[in-house]
């Protein structure tokens, strides 16, 4: 009963920036946290960066922290996901996504199979 979308993906050398938008719609008063997440060629999706909707606790990877940074504007109904220094290994399709709240019993809030909704994905290749 929600929708994402995602924009805000593309081509950059490394080193660069990129910011994702992820609106979402519909019966969105039951989201708890939402997130983005990543897929790269023959790798698992992965958890990147996610929040908790009202107390903005956050999640990042190892891999990004001190890099990206997720943030939200509730009046909008959006998430940011602001990424900067990119490199190489950052090149993958990046996934918007809402968990209801059921999350909130888990101590991994964040892991993919917690979320519900889905967007549909914007590819962000880093060259180097």
């Known amino acids: 009963q929600v929708q994402l979308v995602e924009s805000g993906g593309g081509l950059v050398q490394a080193g660069g920036s990129l910011r994702l938008s992820c609106a979402a719609s519909g019966r969105t008063s039951s989201t708890y946290a939402m997130g983005w997440f990543r897929q790269a060629p023959g790798m698992d999706r992965e958890s990147v960066a996610s929040?908790?909707?009202?107390?903005?606790?956050?999640y990042y990877a190892d891999s990004v922290k001190g890099r990206f940074t997720i943030s939200r504007d509730n009046a909008k109904n959006t998430v940011y996901l602001q990424m900067n220094s990119l490199k190489p290994e950052d090149t993958a399709v990046y996934y918007c996504?809402?968990?209801?709240?059921?999350?909130?019993?888990?101590?991994?809030?964040?892991?993919?199979?917690?979320?519900?909704?889905w967007g549909q994905g914007t590819q962000v290749t880093v060259s180097s």
């Open positions: 996504a809402a968990a209801e709240f059921r999350a909130r019993y888990s101590s991994l809030w964040y892991s993919p199979g917690l979320y519900d909704y």
């Open positions: 929040l908790k909707w009202t107390s903005r606790n956050t």
